[in-house]
């Protein structure tokens, strides 16, 4: 007996990232870069296990990571590609820890059960780590030779950041949530990408 698979189940046991083929299509488009260095970049991707990953029209940030995908503003090509990639690899930084740690642990912070100081701070070691992690994979991307050494001087976004930045984010999520009656990771996931996501 012969089984028919759909294309999601089909990427689950191959491990494919759904939206990808179009996502590296849509860099070779905007940057100059060659099918080596496309593969570096799809590799990093896929080894994450991120389920999916798209480029729609964003309300807030260049980009969101939820348990179950990667979300790029559609403005991300007008930047630079030493720019672009550090925000991919800051974005695909997130879906290794939730890989590491899963959704419940990453979720933690919105979910009422820590103070909002002890989430703030946890948000922003997260954000840190991330940040950390795209300096890294920029460093290692010079040696590629798809970007020059001065152009991978990047701090990061949240280094300077204080935890009390994130309280404000917090609290208005953990009240969405209780709104909702949201507990569990795939609502959450869905909640965040209703929010940030621009109305067309």
């Keep these: 007996m012969r089984y028919k698979i759909n294309k999601i189940q089909y990427n689950l046991i191959t491990e494919e990232t759904l939206g990808i083929d179009i996502f590296l299509s849509q860099i070779k488009d905007n940057f100059n870069i060659d099918d080596t260095q496309i593969e570096k970049i799809n590799k990093f991707i896929e080894n994450s296990e991120c389920q999916k990953i798209t480029v729609e029209p964003l309300k807030m940030g260049m980009g969101v990571s939820l348990d179950d995908r990667v979300i790029l503003n559609s403005t991300i090509f007008n930047n630079s590609l030493p720019n672009f990639l550090f925000i991919l690899f800051h974005e695909i930084a997130h879906q290794y820890q939730f890989k590491k740690y899963g959704a419940e ?6 979910l009422g059960n820590i103070s909002l100081i002890e989430a703030a701070i946890f948000m922003k070691k997260i954000e840190t780590v991330a940040d950390e992690f795209a300096k890294r994979k920029l460093r290692e991307f010079v040696k590629f030779g798809i970007i020059k050494p001065n152009e991978a001087n990047f701090e990061g976004f949240y280094k300077n950041v204080p935890p009390e930045h994130f309280v404000g984010l ?12 949201i507990t569990n990771p795939k609502e959450i996931s869905e909640l965040f ?4 996501k621009k109305d067309m």
């Design 105 to 110: 642990k990453m979720y933690e912070c919105y």
């Design 170 to 181: 917090i609290s208005q999520v953990r009240m969405m949530l209780k709104n909702e009656n």
């Design 193 to 196: 990408y209703n929010w940030v």
